[in-house]
Every structure is written in structure tokens, then in C-alpha cells.
């Protein structure tokens, strides 16, 4: 039974699951599970209710840490830095020109890109890992996890603004671009390439206090916080889209952070691996 | 002071490490880490000693589910799928034929090709759900866990067989090779990527049951079990090289479930996000 092809066992399992319930696809889909012993578990959350998030789990939520130093900055000394710093200067300009006040649907549009460097890091030095037969230090990790929270920062946004199409194909293009651009950029020089991550934090850091200050003045509505939002920051359920901007502020300060902290390290002459990863550093 | 240079902040923690304790390098780190107030919080195992290894933490351990089917297969029907069977069947011809009997040297080199498929198949549907403004369904986390344990196949055979010179050229040239194939595949057809992925863990399965038998008839010595490979799959103290090989055809076992699972929602013409994926499928 073991060499059963998909197709005969599929059909089986479409029958039983047809005489059970009528089809209901969600019994179909068990079907399928069961046929390579695959599982998903039932998750529930701490108050009895079902889990309805399948790209979290409960144990990645956490609670965001808002004491953090919102204004600490790395003053550019090196030539290297200052290339740096004066790109994501020089890329602040035409995003402020078009997105001009509209800070939701500028913060939604700037997570898809934010989300690209940790993944590509991430993928670079697994790869090395693999090659040189060495240890990460937890360094691809911490990088794969800042991809990560910074797709659940679009995630989010995604629920308050609604991209249109010319958007869409901005996305698209954008992501093209920065992909190849920042995996150069990262083969050829590491430490310039988290400098500009830490700059690129910065600013991200001070969109979102213009977006707090705007939504104080009454010009965006403080609407009622995502679902989404709620779970993954462990809000309080009247939370409102100030205490997520709040939070997503707190996590783009810790990834300026871990980023101009890898950067130095890598100033030093040192690997990353040589210093371990700050894991789970919200 | 949150302004200061890293150079100056530097030499002044440098100052202090060496008047506290002569420069030793544990203090001289902490220093850095602190500029940026990045903590690496200390860990410690379950006995209370220091927890020793910065790739992994004690929550990532699990301990490997031995009863699972070592020989459930699928049998290749369609054109892909005998595509991605016959490919698997011929890259194991020179496989064999270059390792022979060295199974130990053999798994330490596969394991490097291993870990390429979910960090390149994680990779591209992160990019992909920010594109598209869509949720993973938890597949991201999910390829990329499985590129994280065959991360740690690897780092666990490197302690039993070290890489001559050769072997690290041909790792380079393989995964340069690999790497690129199977990213254009995975664009190109990802139920065939998963397909050929779920036949690759086939073999890996017999190489390692074959691995066990030459160990049985004394021809590999079975040594004492790496001190990380105890740590990661939760081992007895006194485990041995056997009891590692067998955990990890566990969890070869697995990731074949995953991967025809996944080629399965495929082939039904779904996106991978449409059936929640098995996060943490040990
Ligand atoms: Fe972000
Ligand atoms: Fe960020
Ligand atoms: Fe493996
Ligand atoms: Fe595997």
C-alpha cells in the first residue's frame, strides 16, 4: 500500500471523504495529509480559541520592546559608511515624492522591499556555511528571522491599505532590482552592505514617527488594529493602528541594531560567525 | 553618546576589557555588544551547564520520531514525475561510483547539496508572498527549517569526516552547479523541484540504511556520537555514530513527506499556501 501511486490513493481518499461529509474540502484536504503521514497539528490559542494563523505560530509571537533607544545613529566615518548613508539618503527623495503623506499605504509599499536583505543575507551565508563546512554562529538564523518579522510588518499593513495595481507593478519592479542589487552588493562588502540596512532602519525608524505624528493631527484615522496584529504582538484586543506602528517602530530599532552590530563586526576584519547572533532579539 | 563613533566607543570598551581582565576576548565582545544594546542572553541546558553552541538553541532539539515508514515511495506516473525519478537515479550512478563504500565521507558531502533545495525553494516564496501581498500558509518557515536541519546533517558529519581539499573544490563546483538548476527549476515547475527533492530523500534514505549495514558488519567503526549531534536530537549521553545515522534518515524520512506532499498540492493545480504547511514535522 506503501507504492500506492497518489492518483489511486487520492481517489480512495476522495471517496471516503465524499461519503462522509459530502466533499467538504477540508476533509479532502486530510485525505491528501494523511496519504504521506503528514500532520498539521490543531493549534489553539491560550484562551481555548482555535489558532487561525497558518504563517505564525504562537510561540513566535512576542511583545514588542518600546523602551528602546529610537534615536541612536551611526555618524558615518569610513567612505564606505558615508556611500552608504548617502544612498538611502539619496533614495529617501523620490520615495518621499510619491508616497508624499500617504504613510499607510508608504509603509505597506516599503515592507516589501525592507523584507528582502535578511533573506538574501541569510541565504549567502547558509551557503557559505555549506561550502566552508563552518559554523554560522546563529547569524543566518537572526537574518532569516529579521526577513521574516519584516514580512509579517506587510503582512499587517496589508489589512489598513490596499495596494492598486501600478503599485503591484511598482512592487514587482522594486523587487527586482533591490534583490540583485543588494546580493552584489553583499558579496562584494558585507559590512556595506548591513551599514546601508542600519541607514535604511533609520529612516524607516522616522517614516513611522511622521506617520504616529500625522495620525495625532487627525489626518489618518486610528482605526482598530489588525487581527493579525493583535496575535502577533500579544495587543490588547482594543488595540488600535498607533500601538502597531508603535510596535513595528520598536522592531525596525532593533533591526538597526542587529544590522549596524554586523556591520561593525565585520569592520573588525572578524566574521560574523565569529561573534554569536543575537537570536530572538525583538 | 548614542551619536559617538563606533571607533571611539570602541577603543574606550577596549580600554575597560583590558584593565578588567587583560583583554580577554569574552570581555572585549561584550563591549560591542553592548554599543548597539544587543544582548546575547546566556543560555544553559536543562543540567544547568552553559548551553555551548550559537547555531542552534535548546528549543530547536527535538528528538527524532524513529517510527516513521523508511520505505513508502511514489510511484512516478506522469511525465515530471518519471523526469524527476530518472534524474535522481542517474546523479546517483556517479555518486556511487566516486564515494564507493566511504559512507561517512559521502553523507558529510551530500549534506552540503541538501540544504540547497529549502533555503532556494523558502527563498523564492518569500519573494513571491511579498509580490503578491499573500500569506505563506507557513511554507517559508517551513522549506527553510528543512534547510536548517540538513544544515545541521552536515555540521553534525563534519565532526566524524573532515574534507580533504578536492572534496571542498567539488562542494564549491557542485553547489554553484545546484544551486542555480534548481532555482531556475523551482521558477520554472515547482512540482517538479519538490518531486525530484522527495526522490532525492529516497536515496538518501537507502544510502543511509546502507551506511548502517556496513557499520553492522564492522566495516565503519561506530564511534561515539559528536557531542552536537547528542545536543540536537536529545541522545543519550552514550550515543553512537549508529544512533546518529539512524535519527538522521528520520529525518530524511520526513523531509520525503514534505516535499511529494508539497509536489502533490502542485499537481492539484494549488499554490503550496492553500494547505497550511507541516511546521516543525520532525
Ligand atoms: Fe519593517
Ligand atoms: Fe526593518
Ligand atoms: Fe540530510
Ligand atoms: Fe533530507
Redesign the interface.
Known sequence: A??????EKEQEEEKKATSLNGGGKKEE?KG??S??????NKITKEDGTDWK?????PWETYAADLS??L?????P?TFLDKMAFWTVKALRWPTDLFFQRRYGCRA?MLE?VA??PG?VGG?LL??Q?????E????W??AL?EE??NE?MH??TF?EVAK?RWYE?AL??AV?GIF?NAYFLGYLISPKFAHRMVGYLEEEAIHSYTEFLKEMDKGNIENVPAPAIAIDYWRLAPNATLRDVVQVVRADEAHHR??N??AS??R??GKEL?E?????G?H
Open positions: 506503501s507504492t500506492m501511486t497518489l492518483t484536504e491528501i495529509v496519504y504521506w503521514g503528514v500532520k498539521t494563523w497558518s504563517c505564525f505560530r528602546i533607544d534615536k541612536k545613529h551611526h555618524v566615518t505597506m516589501t523584507a528582502v533573506m541565504m547558509h551557503c556555511s555549506l561550502r566552508r563546512f559554523h554560522s554562529g546563529g543566518i538564523k532569516l526577513a521574516e514580512r506587510l503582512m496589508m495596494p503591484r512592487v514587482f523587487q534583490f541594531d542587529v549596524h552590530f561593525d563586526i569592520y573588525q560567525r561573534s554569536p547572533a543575537p537570536l532579539y
